[in-house]
């Protein structure tokens, strides 16, 4: 995905046979009376189904980070980790270990000081034992699960494998999921590694390195590492990707295959393609749900030798940044929806990617007088909202019905709470949604995701609440304006605004 130039420029079951309709509509800020008079004007119709076979795993929406990410966003104290970052992470993997990929296209700019070993042209980044020891800190404080990059480029197994055992010792093995070997290798002979004191670029591997050459490196230099899971091929070609079917029966450690998609791109593509960065391009449904359609037949793939398969970097714009798009609020909606996409095709999880600097950076942090503040930018509201929709153990649920740039998602708990998100595409035109339930009845609430426009980089809300310009807690603030929403003769009507996105929560009833 051109990562190199990316990191430089800067459910519900319900009982058959029942038919209990509930019609909802998603609407204004306020508290809404359960007797609000419906909003006039031709309504959509949902009818959301039974079970789909797809069910949330335990830390499915996890974080992607580059190796200098660390100490900027979690500080460098093991003692002090910064505690709004870790509350950030948390909001997105609530009650569960959230996944942490360390890696990038900083993974092959890294590596652990070997005795001995000259340290290579390509190497702009070295790690340190209070480096290790931060990231082990956070990682046991969160409970979390690390996937962590090591170099292949430098094409050398004392570097990889020093590297590796460096980060086992400091970090322990209890909080490793898998040691990811490189990162987007398809990219190791086409751009410069480094350049020499005279100007002339070099890469790390020959013009014309192809994947039957990486299978060759991955299987020597593996050798060296711990014996530990691997995780691999991390790329995010589409002549690569392909070859996921053969690099698997080869490489029978790697028990996480780990691919990349993005669904737009800055470099190389004309305005008039459907990949080209704008609003209307990220709204669109090759976005989402064909990006998730790219990568579903290889979940099979996967899982027919036991492996998981998780997209462990993933954002909106790859290759340099899209102003008023990838830092905006149509990223929440995007992000929203796709993430669901990729639980309905069945990866085993997705991982965002952001860093200091980055276009799609999920959030900014400032230390002064011993206190951290975050900015956090539009896409983090939508993952959030993903979180709450989306709780480990939480089934898809089907759904159908004439929505036009309307989508919508459910899920059952398993505690029985039903959620039904709704994401309004239309730009200009709210829209009145009649959502069907069979089996379902009762009270329920309504949360909104909104902001002042599509293009909007703040005053995004969540719930009416919000982290502001800064949070010095990584906690929504604010008056919650969640909507009390009862069932009438007709079921429940509300307006979803343009630009938007909704949540319902159906609560069961305790038991008399």
Known sequence: MHSRLRWSSGVLVVAAGLAVAIIVSLGTSHRTSAHERAPAGPRLSLTVGGPTRRTIPAGFLGLSLEYPAVAAYAGSDPHAVNPVFVQLIRNLSPNQSPDLRIGGDTADWTWWPV????????????????????????????????????????DSGQIAGGEARALIAGIGSGSIEAIELGNEPELYGSFGWYTTPGGQHVSGRPKGYDFAAYQGDFTQISQSLPRVPLAGPATGAPK???????FLPAQPRVKVA?????????????AASPMYPSIAHLLAPA?????????????????????????????????GGAPGISNAFVSALWALDAVFQMARVGVDGVNIHTYPGAPYGLFKFKHRHGRWRAFV????????????????????????????????????????????VLI?????????????IPGV?????????QAPGISARSGVTLG??????????GRLAGRSTLAVVRKTGSGYVVELPRASAAMLTITPAAPA
């Open 377 to 420: 930018a539009p896409e983090y509201y939508g993952l959030e909202m993903f979180a709450q929709a989306a709780p480990p153990g939480a089934r898809l649920l089907h759904t159908s019905g004439a929505l036009g740039k309307l989508r919508s998602w459910a899920t059952r708990a398993p505690d029985g709470t039903v959620h039904v």
């Open 464 to 473: 009416g609440q919000t982290y502001g310009n800064a949070t010095s807690t």
């Open 115 to 154: 005795p001995g070993v000259a340290k290579p042209g390509g190497i702009r980044y070295s790690l340190t034992p209070t480096w290790v020891q931060v990231i082990g800190a956070m990682a046991r404080e969160l409970g979390a699960r690390l996937i962590l990059d090591v170099n292949l480029e430098a």
């Open 287 to 319: 976005a989402s749900r064909g990006l998730a359609g790219s990568v579903a037949r290889y979940v099979g793939i996967a899982h027919a030798r036991h492996v998981k398969l998780r997209i462990d970097e993933m954002n909106t714009v790859s290759c």
């Open 240 to 246: 690569w990707i392909p070859r996921l079917g053969a």
């Open 441 to 449: 009845s009762g009270m329920a609430t309504l949360e909104r995701l």
């Open 258 to 270: 780990t691919l990349h998609r993005y669904p737009l791109q800055l470099c190389y593509m004309p």
């Open 424 to 436: 309004n595409d239309y730009t200009a035109h709210a829209r009145t949604v009649a959502v069907r």
